[in-house]
């Protein structure tokens, strides 16, 4: 007997220690050179330098808080946009300017000096090949007597042709110097935009050739301060239409085409105007409040599928919501319930509705500018914290497990965060 059991152990170990070199070589080898990929985050952060404060731009990395600032001596504004190959960044600096810089914080070369203007604000996109910018600079002169503009420009910015200005548009004043009432919203690849003209829905490409007129008929598209969304295929725009705050919820095709009501109700109400479209681009969520309630107090977060028209509550618990952001992978919706300064942060399934709590020892606070890594497994978020006025920089995975802190002290307020892709 002792003899049969120690044949077996012979005969076995061989096997059991080659199976154990297997796996060992298996979790050492390429199988896991994804997962080991660094995740990489942008972001500003406001500095006391000596008797300055300045707003800088850093990278960090979310698991060894390693970091890089990228534009010393410049102040940074919070518009940072990474280009699609991951191996640059677009941002704005000193509220007029537009600057390009390389991961590795080489190469940092302004794009674009502007002059000061009221309201300044900025929308940037990159073309595909990471080499092209399109952005869009608002003055603002909807609320003012004297009037503002909207302008439209195109950036090379490997220096061959440089930056140009495509389109300038006077706005606002009394009376009025134009009839564009809106912003240019730039599509994901930047090679389109759309903007509402005389009262109709337009778009063109973004070297200003192709001018169409989308809608048919002048109507109230931007009203209560909606966007025009394109859907992450550039096949689609969502806005809002009606007076505000009893507005549907429309899409209509690239191409003028296919018209749609979605919502359809008469007693339809809005407080957060935004609209939030799936990755896959067959879904809008939003914010869907009671009626009367203007406060935004009494409303809950819906997602409507596109082509069957089909609407979902998704949290059916009416209350403050906020901050709301798919998942890449289109399972999961990350937001924040909760007044200002009470906040909590949640995922929820677009499917079950399964409702998942992260980070509860944080305590109530205020949350915003949630981003989903690429690969759908960590939320960046900023937290402003009730004691000592600052706000930091955290990442949490999706499950609510590795809460991390990636801002330090000398970080007075954080923001912007947006990761790099991969």
Same mark, same amino acid.
């Given at each position: 007997?002792?003899?049969?059991? /120690? ?7 061989? &096997?059991?220690?080659t @199976?154990?070199i ?20 942008a ?45 640059? @960044? ?5 509220? =007029? ?11 940092? =070369? ?20 990471s080499?092209? @910018? ?20 195109t ?82 725009i ?8 009893? *507005? ?7 191409d ?18 935004? /609209?939030?479209?799936s ?18 107090e ?5 997602? &409507?599928?596109?082509n069957?028209? =089909? ?7 009416? *209350? ?22 009470? *906040? ?15 980070a ?37 995975n999706?499950?609510?497990?590795? @809460? ?9 307020n ?9």
């Amino acid at each position: 007997m002792r003899l049969h059991k /120690l044949w077996r152990f012979c005969s076995i170990a061989p &096997i059991a220690l080659t @199976l154990a070199i297997t796996l060992f070589s298996s979790l050492q080898g390429p199988g896991t050179t994804a997962a080991q990929k660094p995740s990489i985050l942008a972001f500003t952060a406001l500095q006391q330098r000596e008797s300055e404060v300045r707003n800088s731009l850093f990278t960090v990395n979310a698991t060894s808080l390693a970091r890089r600032e990228l534009a010393p001596n410049i102040d940074v504004s919070y518009t940072v946009v990474w280009s699609p190959k991951g191996d640059r @960044l677009a941002f704005v600096g000193t509220d =007029t300017d537009i600057y390009t810089v390389n991961a590795d914080g080489s190469g940092l =070369t302004k794009q674009f000096a502007g002059e000061s203007c009221k309201a300044a604000n900025f929308a940037i996109a990159w073309f595909s090949n990471s080499q092209k @910018l399109v952005f869009a600079r608002s003055c603002d002169g909807f609320t003012s007597d004297s009037p503002g503009s909207q302008s439209l420009y195109t950036s090379d910015t490997s220096g061959i042709k440089g930056t140009k200005l495509v389109r300038n548009w006077e706005v606002g004043g009394q009376p009025a110097k134009t009839e564009i009432s809106s912003e240019f919203y730039l599509s994901p690849d930047g090679e389109q935009v759309a903007f509402v003209k005389d009262k109709n829905i337009y778009k063109m490409n973004a070297d200003g050739s192709g001018m169409t007129k989308l809608t048919k008929s002048p109507g109230e598209y931007i009203s209560g301060g909606s966007e025009l969304v394109w859907s992450p295929d550039r096949t689609k725009i969502a806005f809002f239409s009606g007076t505000y705050p009893q *507005q549907q919820v429309y899409t209509i095709n690239a191409d003028g085409t296919n018209l749609k009501n979605l919502t359809n109700n008469p007693q339809h109400q809005v407080y957060n105007v935004k /609209l939030f479209w799936s990755p896959d681009s067959s879904r809008i969520a939003y914010y869907h409040g009671k009626a009367g309630d203007l406060s935004g107090e009494k409303q809950d977060i819906w997602a &409507i599928d596109i082509n069957s028209g =089909t609407a979902k509550n998704l949290t059916q618990k009416p *209350q403050n919501y906020d901050a709301l952001s798919w998942s890449p992978d289109g399972k999961l919706i990350a937001f924040t319930g909760g007044d200002f300064n009470q *906040q909590k942060l949640y995922t929820i399934n677009a499917e079950t509705s399964q409702l998942n709590q992260l980070a509860p020892r944080l305590g109530m606070s205020g949350i915003s500018e949630l981003a989903w890594s690429y690969d759908s497994q960590q939320i960046a978020f900023t937290l402003n914290e009730n004691t000592g006025n600052k706000s930091n920089l955290y990442v949490i995975n999706r499950d609510g497990s590795g @809460l991390n802190k990636l801002t330090s002290d000398k970080d007075l307020n954080a923001g912007s965060p947006v990761w790099k892709p991969q």
